[in-house]
């Protein structure tokens, strides 16, 4: 059965990347986010298997839409997508929950790498 994956970030065209890789891969792309609220309300009604979350975004940044999904619930799976030279934010993802990340700009093969890893 197809896992379901939940895309968030705020460009459009990043989000169809992520998705258009994903579906090519036999994952099915349930609802899409541009911010990190709209991701966590999102989450809350999809309940995916998995959330691929940016860190940089408007109104709520990927950091406090993973705590907020990791605190409704705390098996929640998201791996964090961010630029190069985002550290410092990639280890406090980790910290605060999200099984991986994968470094834009993406390589179709490292986010089905991170993805398998973390849903199968």
Do not use: H, W
Not at 60 to 67: N, P, S, T
Request: negative net charge; contains cysteine; charged residues 25%.
């Amino acid at each position: 059965m197809a896992k379901n994956v939940l895309v968030c970030d705020d460009a459009a065209f990043m989000r169809m990347m992520i998705k258009d890789i994903l579906s090519k891969n036999g994952y099915n792309v349930v609802g899409e986010a541009e911010n990190g609220k709209i991701a966590a309300d999102k989450y809350n009604e999809l309940k995916p298997d998995l959330v691929l979350m940016d860190i940089t975004m408007p109104e709520m940044d990927g950091i406090q839409a993973l705590k907020a999904i990791k605190g409704a619930d705390a098996n929640a799976s998201v791996i964090m997508c961010s630029a190069m030279g985002q550290q410092a934010m990639v280890i406090e993802s980790i910290q605060a929950g999200a099984k991986d990340f994968i470094v834009k700009p993406f390589q179709a093969d490292r986010v089905l790498e991170a993805v398998k890893k973390v849903i199968g």
